[in-house]
């Protein structure tokens, strides 16, 4: 039963992946988030249990695979497809479909990732939850549309953001971009613990602490800040 307990982490993960996907059929962006982002805690702990506990496997590192392609691959990609059906003109409903790109290369980046020896204590490449998270942000703002506050501290117009945000032409291009950094070759540092103490995770933990910051200070809009901070800090250690 012990060495179970991982694969029971990691299918729920899939099974948040699977509501995520519904709600997001549904146009019910925020539930949608509050799903991908439960199954990103529960992708967070499920490889740690397996260290703790003793018992990898290979039948866990595929099934992993497998419930990410769902909840960070499909999910998102389903979270952009409805808001181009919402914010597309008639007559160009057909462009909705561009936001299948993003499943398609999160599952090549999943697969590459098992076979990759490279990516064995880092990562080439956006990794699928740092993507998810990113469009499960974008689903809430569009979702409240300015109409409540997503930050503590009113720092800028969001009626303005949202504004911005809600053009198909720039979700469109998004979509592409975020897409393709899931499979481009940008060396990023891996954010799963292998331990807790600070010596073997000072990276990780200044990570997690601006992150927290920023949270406070930004709310949901923090999140894309935060992928481009990881970027941008995944390449500064490289260099150092």
Same mark, same amino acid.
């Given at each position: 039963m012990k060495k179970q307990i991982p694969n029971i982490i990691t299918l729920s993960n899939l099974i948040c992946g699977c509501i995520a996907v519904w709600q997001a059929l549904e146009g019910h962006f925020i539930y949608s988030a509050i799903f991908i982002f439960l199954g990103a805690f529960f992708d967070f702990f499920d490889g740690m249990t397996a260290r703790l506990l003793k018992v990898q496997s290979a039948i866990g590192k595929e099934l992993d695979s497998l419930s990410d392609v769902v909840t960070f691959g499909v999910a998102p +990609?389903?979270?952009a497809f409805r808001m181009l059906e919402l914010l597309l003109p008639e007559g160009l409903e057909w462009a909705r479909f561009i936001a299948f790109i993003?499943? &398609?290369?999160?599952?090549?980046?999943? &697969?590459?990732?098992?076979?990759?020896?490279?990516?064995?204590?880092?990562?080439?490449g956006l990794p699928t939850p740092a993507n998810a998270m990113v469009w499960a942000a974008y689903g809430i703002i569009i979702a409240v +549309?300015? @109409? @409540?506050?997503? @930050?503590?501290?009113?720092?800028?117009?969001?009626? +303005?953001?949202?504004a911005v945000m809600s053009n198909p032409i720039l979700l469109s291009v998004l979509v592409v971009v975020f897409s393709v950094a899931l499979v481009a070759e940008i060396p990023l540092f891996a954010l799963k613990f292998k331990n807790f103490l600070w @010596?073997?995770?000072?990276?990780?933990?200044?990570?997690?602490?601006?992150? &927290?910051? #920023?949270?406070?200070? #930004? +709310?949901?809009? &923090?999140?894309?800040?935060?992928?481009?901070?990881?970027?941008?800090?995944?390449?500064l250690v490289r260099k150092v």
């Amino acid at each position: 039963m012990k060495k179970q307990i991982p694969n029971i982490i990691t299918l729920s993960n899939l099974i948040c992946g699977c509501i995520a996907v519904w709600q997001a059929l549904e146009g019910h962006f925020i539930y949608s988030a509050i799903f991908i982002f439960l199954g990103a805690f529960f992708d967070f702990f499920d490889g740690m249990t397996a260290r703790l506990l003793k018992v990898q496997s290979a039948i866990g590192k595929e099934l992993d695979s497998l419930s990410d392609v769902v909840t960070f691959g499909v999910a998102p +990609g389903f979270i952009a497809f409805r808001m181009l059906e919402l914010l597309l003109p008639e007559g160009l409903e057909w462009a909705r479909f561009i936001a299948f790109i993003m499943p &398609a290369l999160s599952s090549y980046r999943l &697969a590459k990732f098992n076979l990759d020896e490279r990516q064995t204590s880092s990562f080439i490449g956006l990794p699928t939850p740092a993507n998810a998270m990113v469009w499960a942000a974008y689903g809430i703002i569009i979702a409240v +549309g300015g @109409t @409540t506050s997503l @930050t503590l501290f009113p720092i800028f117009d969001e009626n +303005g953001i949202v504004a911005v945000m809600s053009n198909p032409i720039l979700l469109s291009v998004l979509v592409v971009v975020f897409s393709v950094a899931l499979v481009a070759e940008i060396p990023l540092f891996a954010l799963k613990f292998k331990n807790f103490l600070w @010596t073997d995770n000072k990276q990780r933990y200044l990570f997690l602490i601006i992150d &927290a910051i #920023l949270l406070l200070l #930004l +709310g949901v809009y &923090a999140v894309p800040v935060i992928i481009l901070f990881y970027v941008v800090l995944s390449m500064l250690v490289r260099k150092v």
